[in-house]
T-cell receptor
Framework: DGGITQSPKYLFRKEGQNVTLSCEQNLNHDAMYWYRQDPGQGLRLIYYSQIVNDFQKGDIAEGYSVSREKKESFPLTVTSAQKNPTAFYLC???????????????FGQGTRLTVV | AQSVAQPEDQVNVAEGNPLTVKCTYSVSGNPYLFWYVQYPNRGLQFLLKYITGDNLVKGSYGFEAEFNKSQTSFHLKKPSALVSDSALYFCAGASQGGGKLIFGQGTELSVKP
């Protein structure tokens, strides 16, 4: 079954700890994205990557880090510098397309991170 | 800067009535526009997209959207709403040649029997 897998589904973190969220896709997509979802604020872009070993900051990158060592994997680390990390995190991927930007994104089922 | 706005936090419709969920965009150059639906605690599902061509785009589950360049809008529509259409709807935009995909704030659609 092709798709995007995010793990774990629920994650609890103590204040001051770093934590890494996993995102794996077997769709052979070039581009991958991380979004944060908070009630009433929609989806805000954290980081995105259009090719292996390259990534760009989104609108709310502070306190987060990513890597893209393999095409199928785009892990997100929430660092202790992130002031308010409790949120629902969504990973997405999409094909490059004939023209960059024209293809739809496919989403994982999300990881709910709670700071305790 | 690129942005997408959904001016209504919530839309309430009676079953069988037409529905409209509004979206406006600010994207440089030729915009690529998308609609997604989200059910509670799940990821987003793709409904439809506008790339080029006809301004009226048809998508999944009977939804359609109208692209209006002069009003920079991309409203989602359905002629007859179902209770099962109740969900959170997101509009998204990207620019031609750009990898960034930006989402609106989301609109909660509630369809009552």
């Amino acid at each position: 079954d092709g798709g995007i897998t995010q793990s774990p589904k629920y994650l609890f973190r103590k204040e001051g700890q770093n934590v890494t969220l996993s995102c794996e896709q077997n769709l052979n997509h070039d581009a991958m994205y991380w979004y944060r979802q908070d009630p009433g604020q929609g989806l805000r872009l954290i980081y995105y990557s259009q090719i292996v070993n390259d990534f760009q900051k989104g609108d709310i990158a502070e306190g987060y880090s990513v890597s893209r060592e393999k095409k199928e994997s785009f892990p997100l680390t929430v660092t202790s510098a992130q002031k308010n990390p409790t949120a629902f995190y969504l990973c997405a991927s999409r094909e490059r397309g004939l023209i960059i930007g024209e293809t739809e994104a496919f989403f994982g089922q999300g990881t709910r991170l709670t700071v305790v | 800067a690129q942005s997408v706005a959904q001016p209504e936090d919530q839309v309430n419709v009676a079953e069988g009535n037409p529905l409209t969920v509004k979206c406006t965009y600010s994207v440089s150059g030729n915009p690529y526009l998308f609609w997604y639906v989200q059910y509670p605690n799940r990821g987003l599902q793709f409904l439809l997209k506008y790339i080029t061509g006809d301004n009226l785009v048809k998508g999944s589950y009977g939804f359609e959207a109208e692209f209006n360049k002069s009003q920079t809008s991309f409203h989602l529509k359905k002629p007859s709403a179902l209770v099962s259409d109740s969900a959170l709807y997101f509009c998204a935009g990207a620019s031609q040649g750009g990898g960034k995909l930006i989402f609106g704030q989301g609109t909660e659609l509630s369809v009552k029997p």
